[in-house]
């Protein structure tokens, strides 16, 4: 219910994307030193090794990366050179592999110091090396291999010269019509799980930790935003710097450049948006503070010093982003009565969980995601109160269960096994709501003193460490389970993290908010109670889960419906997406226009790859999908288009993963 489904794709019965997500990287393909990437994928799962990346971290690690880039909006490329400082951790390797994805690298070279040539003992002198590229692999790009001399070096550095292409998967090129201004072309990067290869040559994986500084140039009419320091009083001159002094994983490196505009909402916090959003916006965000408060009080110091929020384009493809200092979130959120903003309290959340402690590999996202669910139902719960809290982690409930129902018994695991699997393809509700539920069970056995004293302590242990599913078991046996012993077993851990389905041992949220929604939606269907006569004072949470459990409905029950609550001109774009489903379910054509608009306008998967879905299950839905998708593609980012492929054009889907 709450999550983006590319997952639709493999996950959530929708289809499959047999290309993409089927191809293993054939065993022996590559001779070059990485770790999981290059590892045959049979036997068991070797944790903390990350399949997904071809950097040999166990020999070099990066530590700092230099970045600068010149952003052509007319063009569609970034021309790049980055500077990545490292470490070598084995005197002997001579081999340093990168990860790279549809990247043209120009040159290689090495940062030497007094060497012949160089005049000074502090002038630099820049030193080709010889590099090659590896076969690609659908998944994961080709690995970048540079020849290095040995050396003895503390900190060593290593200069590419690169540009992108225009199928890079993490950047999405907006013409000005496709913006809120409509007068300026707009670039944005969506990077989490593996595209940051797609812009950037470098170890990617989460569990090398660097800071960055960059230069961005672009032309003198748009502003450039990093998730890193901004000056939001900084000139818009085309010319802009950024800094990172804290370590992040590289998927957290993130690029936005627009007509964007700045305007506070506190001393720490602002809001990024195009000029016709801005005041909506600032106004609908006005909380961040009192959420940041509550965050620090339950979970320790907030550590990123600022925190900003850039609204994006509506083609965003996913609700948001925690891009440090700079959460990217979907304009779908700006409901007008702050009804949504769980999404912020959600992105600010990753703070702690996922941008401070973060998962190792992708098989232990439901460590960043998990907690954040959770930690976001606590912000929740501290700023508008527990029965929001609750309603919210019903319908979270509900959207698992759903979700579940497709899924095979080892996709409904925590710590899933995703070898030879695409990350971006294999997302489902698991690793958020069943990691909630998880924490939520902690919290009850353990009681909510206790456990916040943990996840204090958690956080502070592993903070700006990247960790590993079974680091974290060591941790809740050592601090949590032998303290009290006698309250939870280990079984019942394993249970939780790696068995499949929600365990009988739940703590399941309960909301008594929904009672009088199940009332009324009964005695309404049976004839028994008017239009009009209920809900007036009903949240839009409420509405949702009157929605979302209705049967099938006559248009005489629609048409009521739609005069009495004005559903089909709702702007709470979750309430529009729960009743658009049920006019499509319907054949209700008095919402067909709006639904036309709202394909053609939106791009998050979760909100239109239902719509999608419900539509395709009719000759006459599926004429009325391909007509509206073959106009709304051209806006869609790359990984919408790659979703709604698969839902509309199955077949011609299969073996591309091209746009
Ligand atoms: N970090 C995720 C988005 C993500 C996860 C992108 C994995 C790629 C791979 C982000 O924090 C998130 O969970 N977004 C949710 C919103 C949220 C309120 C649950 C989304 O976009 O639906
Ligand atoms: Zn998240």
Redo the contacts with the bound molecule.
């Keep these: 219910m709450?999550?983006?489904c590319v997952a639709a794709l493999t996950l959530c019965g929708v289809g499959t994307l047999a290309g993409a997500a089927a191809q293993a990287p054939a065993a022996g393909q590559r001779a070059v030193a990485g770790q999981g990437a290059v590892a045959a994928s049979q036997g068991a799962i070797e944790p903390g090794l990350d399949y997904h990346s071809y950097a040999n971290v166990e020999q070099f690690r990066t530590t700092h990366l230099n970045l600068d880039l010149q952003v052509d909006l007319d063009n569609k490329v970034i021309t790049g050179e980055v500077t990545l400082e490292f470490k070598r951790l084995d005197p002997g390797a001579t081999e340093l592999v990168l990860d790279t994805k549809n990247l043209t690298i120009n040159d290689v070279s090495q940062k030497a110091t007094d060497v012949l040539g160089a005049t000074s003992k502090s002038e630099t002198i820049w030193v080709s090396r010889p590099f090659h590229m590896e076969k690609p692999d659908p998944i994961l790009g080709s690995a970048l291999v540079i020849d290095l001399p040995p050396s003895r070096k503390k900190v060593e550095s290593i200069r590419v010269d690169y540009e992108t292409s225009p199928s890079a998967a993490a950047l999405q090129w907006l013409t000005p019509k496709q913006t809120a201004g409509r007068h300026r072309a707009f670039l944005y990067t969506?990077s989490?799980?593996i595209g940051t290869r797609t812009w950037i040559p470098l170890q990617d994986t989460p569990q090398i930790r660097a800071t960055y500084d960059a230069r961005v140039h672009t032309s003198p009419d748009v502003r450039a935003v990093m998730s890193a320091e901004n000056d939001p009083k900084g000139k818009r001159n085309g010319e802009y710097s950024f800094s990172m002094p804290q370590p992040i994983p590289s998927?957290l490196i993130a690029l936005a450049v627009g007509d964007i505009k700045f305007q506070a909402t506190g001393p720490r916090t602002g809001v990024y948006a195009e000029k016709p959003v801005i005041k909506a916006a600032a106004k609908e965000f006005a909380n961040i503070e009192a959420m940041i408060a509550s965050g620090e009080k339950l979970f320790g110091p907030y550590r990123w010093s600022r925190y900003d929020i850039l609204v994006m384009p509506p083609s965003f493809?996913?609700?948001?982003?925690?891009n440090p200092r700079l959460s990217f979130i979907?304009p779908t959120v700006i409901a007008g009565d702050k009804s949504l903003v769980?999404?912020i309290?959600?992105?600010l959340a990753?703070s702690w969980s996922?941008n401070l402690v973060t998962n190792s590999t992708?098989r232990d996202?439901w460590l960043?995601?998990g907690f954040?669910?959770y930690l976001?139902s606590r912000i929740m719960a501290a700023v508008y109160g527990d029965e929001r809290a609750s309603m919210e982690a019903v319908l979270g409930l509900k959207a698992l269960r759903e979700n579940m129902a497709t899924l095979k018994p080892q996709d409904q695991v925590l710590a899933i096994d995703l070898r030879n699997r695409d990350?971006?393809l294999v997302?489902s509700e698991v690793p958020?709501e069943k990691g909630r539920l998880f924490l939520k069970f902690l919290e009850a056995k353990f009681g909510r003193d206790r456990f916040d004293a943990f996840l204090r302590g958690y956080f502070d242990h592993f903070a700006f460490q990247s960790i590993t599913t079974e680091q974290f078991l060591g941790y809740l046996k050592e601090h949590l389970l032998d303290r009290f012993p006698g309250t939870v077993s280990g079984d019942q851990i394993h249970e939780w993290v790696y068995g499949p389905g929600i365990p009988s041992d739940a703590v399941l949220p309960v909301s008594a908010a929904f009672e009088p929604v199940d009332a009324a939606r009964t005695a309404w269907l049976g004839g028994k109670l008017a239009t009009k006569k209920f809900g007036l004072d009903w949240v839009p949470q409420q509405w949702l889960y009157f929605l979302g459990d209705m049967p099938a409905l006559n248009l005489a029950q629609l048409a009521d419906l739609d005069h009495a609550y004005g559903f089909t001109r709702t702007q709470n774009a979750e309430i529009a997406d729960s009743w658009l489903k049920l006019a499509i379910r319907n054949d209700y054509q008095p919402s067909f226009a709006r639904l036309e608009d709202y394909l053609t306008t939106i791009g998050?998967i979760?909100l239109i790859a239902p719509l999608y879905t419900q539509l395709m299950k009719t000759p006459a839905g599926a004429a009325l999908a391909k007509r509206v998708y073959a106009k709304a593609r051209p806006g869609y980012h790359p990984d919408t288009v790659a979703a709604i492929d698969a839902i509309v054009n199955p077949t011609a889907a299969e073996g591309s993963n091209d746009q």
């Design positions: 709450r999550r983006f969506q989490e799980p998927y493809p996913i609700g948001g982003m925690e979907t769980s999404v309290a959600h992105e990753h996922g992708w996202l960043n995601e954040t669910d976001e990350p971006n997302f958020y998050r979760k």
